[in-house]
């Protein structure tokens, strides 16, 4: 188990586990009850903040948007800035990228997690895997 690592939290994770029944619901739950109880520092960015925003609001349900996000602010212990050091090495990452699956916000994200020297990240975002240097975790080893 990571112990008192700080662990990138992307979007699926409080979306998953405020959502329907799923597979992914229960590691989410868990992962973030792992956050909330200081067994994992769990850190997210304003970019991650946006994208629960933008999804709740494109599907309609903007106040359990809402609700996702003000659940997930009080729990996370760190909501890092992106600054345009980060947007411009996310631009960075999105040229030289040789996967054309990595989506700018992934990229963002990425370029986040190397400005503010995060090593791990929980979701269920497959293509994370592509850089080696950050290791992709699903359930914190639950």
């Given at each position: 188990?990571?112990?008192?690592?700080?662990?990138?939290?992307?979007?699926?994770?409080?979306?998953?586990?405020?959502?329907?029944e799923?597979?992914?619901?229960?590691?989410?739950?868990?992962?973030?009850?792992?956050?909330?109880?200081?067994?994992?520092?769990g850190?997210?960015?304003?970019?991650?903040?946006?994208?629960?925003?933008?999804?709740?609001?494109?599907?309609?349900?903007?106040?359990?948007?809402?609700?996702?996000?003000?659940?997930?602010?009080?729990?996370?212990?760190?909501?890092l800035?992106?600054?345009?050091?980060?947007?411009?090495?996310?631009?960075?990452?999105?040229?030289?990228?040789?996967?054309?699956?990595?989506?700018?916000?992934?990229?963002?994200?990425?370029?986040?997690?190397?400005?503010?020297?995060?090593?791990?990240?929980?979701?269920?975002?497959?293509?994370?895997?592509?850089?080696?240097?950050?290791?992709?975790?699903?359930?914190?080893?639950?």
């Open positions: 188990m990571i112990k008192k690592a700080k662990v990138y939290i992307d979007s699926n994770i409080p979306m998953y586990a405020a959502g329907q799923h597979p992914n619901r229960e590691p989410s739950i868990k992962i973030l009850e792992m956050v909330s109880s200081g067994r994992v520092i850190v997210s960015s304003t970019e991650v903040l946006q994208e629960i925003l933008y999804r709740y609001q494109a599907i309609g349900i903007l106040k359990k948007g809402l609700e996702v996000f003000d659940n997930f602010s009080k729990i996370i212990d760190d909501v800035p992106v600054n345009f050091q980060i947007m411009n090495e996310a631009r960075d990452i999105l040229e030289k990228n040789k996967y054309k699956n990595l989506f700018p916000r992934d990229a963002v994200h990425i370029a986040a997690m190397n400005y503010y020297e995060i090593h791990y990240i929980a979701t269920y975002d497959k293509h994370f895997k592509i850089f080696r240097h950050i290791k992709y975790i699903q359930d914190l080893n639950l």
